[in-house]
C-alpha cells in the first residue's frame, strides 16, 4: 500500500528537526520525519562537550542538550516519526522506499527534505599503506566508543587532522587518562576552528604538528605505532623525514563527506567542491519538490548555522506546496578570489537571501565583495578569514535581481566606504 504525505524529511538530527519545527510553525501539518537511529537527534546524541548553542539559543549546550531543545518543539507539535528506518530508495518523482522491522514501506511525498547529514572520510578515503591492524578509528567512531559505549580507544594517541572532532576527542581522550602525543595536520593551516585550538590543544599543552601527516602504520594484529613525515609547499611529502612514532591508536579527523546517494538516485545536480546538491535560495534542489539542509548540503563548522539553514527551507516548502511555483533560479553564484565556493550557486531574486561563503586561505582584515556586471553591489570588511569558519553575509535581491551571474570574492584591506 502506498502511504501519502505531503512532506517527508529524511533525517531526525540538527537539520531536519529546524526544518521539521519551522515546516510546522509555518501551518504545514502533513509532515512525516524518518531516522535510521532509534532516537533522534543524530550526531549530536554523542557529543556530550557543550558549546553548541550560542548562536540559536545564546547559551552554551551539550550536543544531547541542543537536540532535545527541537525534540521537545516537535512533542509539542505532535510530528509523526519513523525511527529505526532506513531509505533505501528516493525517485525524482519523490516515491520513498523505506525498511524497518516492519517491513518495507513505499511512501509517495509531494515534497522531501533531505537532511541526511554527512560521514566520515576512512583510512581507504585518504590511502595510508601500512599494515591492516587495529586501533586505527575514524574521529567520530572513537567518540561514539568512549561518550556511549564506555570503551577506551587507546593509551597513547596520535590524532590525524584537526577538524573539529579531532581536536574534541584529543581533549576527550586526555581528560579519559590518555597521552595524545601529537595533533597531524597536512595542511599549513589547522582545519578547525580557532576555539577548538585553544581549548582542546593549547590548554592541555597537546602539540600540533602542520605540514606533517603519516605515511605508514606498523604492528602486527595491533597498532604499534605510525611513521610521521613533512609536506612541503606542494603537498607531497619530503623525502627522508619520516620518524616512527609508537602509539596504540591513531584516529582520523580527515574530512566528512555529504551522505548523497540518495541525492545521486532521486537525479539531483551535485557540486563537485561541497559534494553536496545544486539549491536555490528557497534550498530547493534542480528536481523541483526536493529540497536539502545541513551536513548532506555542505559540511557546516556551527550546528547553529545547520539549524538555522533548515528553518530557512519552511519559506519555500510553504509556497511550493501552496502550489505556488517558486520562481526559476536564473541568477549563478560564483565563487571568486579567495573563496573555495558559495551557497546557494544559484538565485532567482525573488527572495530573501543569506549568502554563505567558505574562504580558500586564512588572514587578516579583508573585504567581501558582491559583484555583478562588473558593478559592486556590497561590500563588507571582515576583520579575520579562515577557512574553518563560514561567512554569512545577507544579501538584498533587490540589488541583484535581474542581472548576471553574482561573483563572490574576498580582497585583503578594509571596505571603502
Known amino acids: 500500500m502506498m502511504i501519502r504525505k505531503d512532506l517527508v524529511i529524511i533525517g531526525g538530527g540538527a537539520a531536519g528537526l529546524a526544518a521539521a519545527a519551522a515546516c510546522r510553525e509555518r501551518g504545514i501539518?502533513?509532515?512525516l520525519i524518518i531516522e535510521r537511529g532509534d532516537v533522534l537527534g543524530g550526531i549530536l546524541n554523542q557529543c556530550i562537550h557543550d558549546g553548541f548553542g550560542l548562536h540559536k539559543f545564546h547559551e552554551t549546550l551539550t550536543g544531547?542538550?541542543?537536540a532535545q531543545r527541537y525534540i521537545d518543539m516537535l512533542h509539542t507539535r505532535d510530528l509523526p516519526v519513523m525511527l529505526n528506518s532506513m531509505v533505501t530508495e528516493l525517485s525524482s518523482g519523490k516515491i520513498l522506499t523505506v525498511v524497518n522491522r516492519k517491513g518495507l514501506h513505499k511512501i509517495h511525498a509531494k515534497a522531501v527534505i533531505l537532511a541526511m547529514g554527512s560521514r566520515e572520510r576512512t583510512r581507504g578515503a585518504i590511502g595510508i599503506p601500512g599494515a591492516r591492524v587495529a586501533g586505527v578509528f575514524t574521529?567520530?567512531?572513537?567518540?561514539?566508543?568512549?561518550n556511549m559505549k564506555d570503551f577506551m580507544v587507546g593509551r597513547r594517541v596520535i590524532i590525524l587532522g584537526s577538524g573539529d572532532i579531532g581536536l574534541i576527542m584529543a581533549r576527550r581522550l586526555t581528560l579519559e587518562g590518555a597521552k595524545v602525543l601529537m595533533v597531524l595536520e597536512k595542511l599549513p593551516f589547522p582545519s578547525g576552528l580557532p576555539r577548538n585550538i585553544n581549548q582542546c590543544l593549547r590548554d592541555f599543552d597537546i602539540p600540533l604538528y602542520l605540514k606533517h601527516t603519516v605515511?605508514?602504520?606498523?604492528?602486527?594484529?595491533h597498532l604499534t605505532g605510525v611513521d610521521v613525515v613533512e609536506i612541503d609547499e606542494s603537498g607531497e611529502i619530503i623525502p627522508d623525514t619520516a620518524k616512527f612514532v609508537e602509539c596504540d591508536s591513531l584516529l582520523l579527523s580527515v574530512g566528512l563527506i555529504p551522505e548523497n546517494e540518495l541525492s545521486r538516485q532521486a537525479g539531483l545536480r551535485l557540486d563537485p567542491v561541497t559534494g553536496g546538491a545544486v539549491v536555490d535560495e528557497y534550498g530547493q534542489t534542480t528536481v523541483p519538490g526536493i529540497f536539502a539542509c545541513g551536513n548532506v548540503l555542505h559540511i557546516h563548522d556551527l550546528v547553529d548555522n545547520v539549524s538555522l539553514e533548515g528553518e530557512a527551507l519552511a519559506h519555500g516548502m510553504k509556497l511550493y506546496l501552496s502550489e505556488e511555483a517558486l520562481p526559476a533560479a536564473g541568477i549563478p553564484v560564483i565563487p571568486g578570489n579567495n573563496v573555495r565556493y558559495c551557497l546557494p550557486q544559484h538565485l532567482s531574486g525573488h527572495a530573501p537571501t543569506v549568502i554563505s561563503f567558505r574562504p580558500s586561505v586564512p588572514g587578516k582584515l579583508h573585504t567581501v565583495r558582491f559583484i555583478q556586471n562588473g558593478k559592486i553591489l556590497k561590500k563588507k570588511s571582515l576583520l579575520k578569514i579562515n577557512?574553518?569558519?563560514m561567512e554569512?553575509?545577507?544579501?538584498?535581491?533587490?540589488?541583484y535581481r535581474g542581472g548576471g551571474?553574482?561573483?563572490v570574492d574576498l580582497v585583503p584591506g578594509r571596505a571603502e566606504s
Do not use: C
Open 215 to 221: 605515511s605508514g602504520i606498523h604492528g602486527d594484529g
Open 387 to 389: 577557512p574553518a569558519e
Open 29 to 31: 501539518e502533513d509532515i
Open 139 to 146: 574521529a567520530g567512531v572513537a567518540q561514539n566508543l568512549i
Open 392 to 399: 554569512r553575509i545577507e544579501l538584498d535581491p533587490e540589488l
Open 64 to 66: 544531547p542538550e541542543y
Open 405 to 407: 551571474e553574482l561573483t
